[in-house]
């Protein structure tokens, strides 16, 4: 293995991973276009991004893209780029993504966002692999590889016209769903102990695993944020816990009752501590 590239074990600890491992591999070693099926929180972004540091392209340039967090009448400017005078305030030339990340890969999340008639023009890109920058009418080769990913029926969303049959054709060249965290029980253990490990090293705390109540709430919980909830969970939890053991209150898996006694018990800690203290520098 090239020094740059990375390990899709190492990216996707977890049993229930095992399968989708050896799928990566050989997408990673392809061209074709890949979408990414999930619910939010699954690691469609992380999941792109490894597919390309494992790929040979794995030196160049990958460059992410929400299409559901930029303005529709922005988003067809940073994709494509745009020419002086084009409009208004344009007052220079402006390289779009899919020119700055030209040998690399280009990640589009939330492809199911991009509004109906920029898709035409993404489309006749990957089928032309050439650009012309707004404004412009010069036609630009670009070089790129495409990988997209949505938590929307991108099927269903042909049917009700809303996205373009041929485009969807043409990104899901090669489809990969990953299933729910709730799906994979075997993988929220290894997971949590994954990134307990990670965020122990981190933030240098002397924690060494989960509590029989913690490893209990986690195997329990549903987690309906999947894997960026179980993540942002054990990250809080490593930070506040105060000893070696996450619980599953560290968690933040308690009814009211016990957060009650608990913040009356630091409480009285406080100040029994503060008491204490006053007693001492009286004396």
Known sequence: MNAEQHSFESDFPG?????????????ARSEHA????????????????????????????????????????????ELFGYCKGAFSGAFKNKVGLFE???TGTVF?????????????KLLRFLQEKVIERLGGREEIPVNVRVVCATNQNLEEMVKEKT?????????????LHIPPLREREEDVVILAQYFL???AVEYKRNVKGFSEDGLSAIKSHQWPG???ELQNKV????????????TAFDLGFYDHEDATFALDLNLRVVREEAESLAIQKAY
């Open 15 to 27: 049993g229930g991973f095992k399968r989708f491992r050896q799928q990566l591999e050989r997408i």
């Open 108 to 120: 589009l999340d939330e492809i199911g966002d991009m509004p109906f008639n920029l898709q035409a």
């Open 100 to 102: 700055k990340a030209d």
């Open 235 to 246: 990250k809080s939890s490593v930070i506040m816990s105060t000893g070696t053991q996450v």
């Open 163 to 175: 996205f373009r049959e041929d485009l969807f054709y043409r990104v899901s060249e090669i489809t």
């Open 226 to 228: 999947n894997i960026r």
């Open 34 to 77: 890949v979408l990414l099926t999930g619910e939010s929180g699954t690691g469609k972004s992380r999941l792109a991004r490894s597919i390309h540091e494992n790929s040979n392209r794995r030196s160049r340039e990958f460059v992410e893209i929400s299409c559901a967090s930029i303005p529709a009448q922005l988003l067809e400017s």
């Open 197 to 199: 490990q990670q965020y």
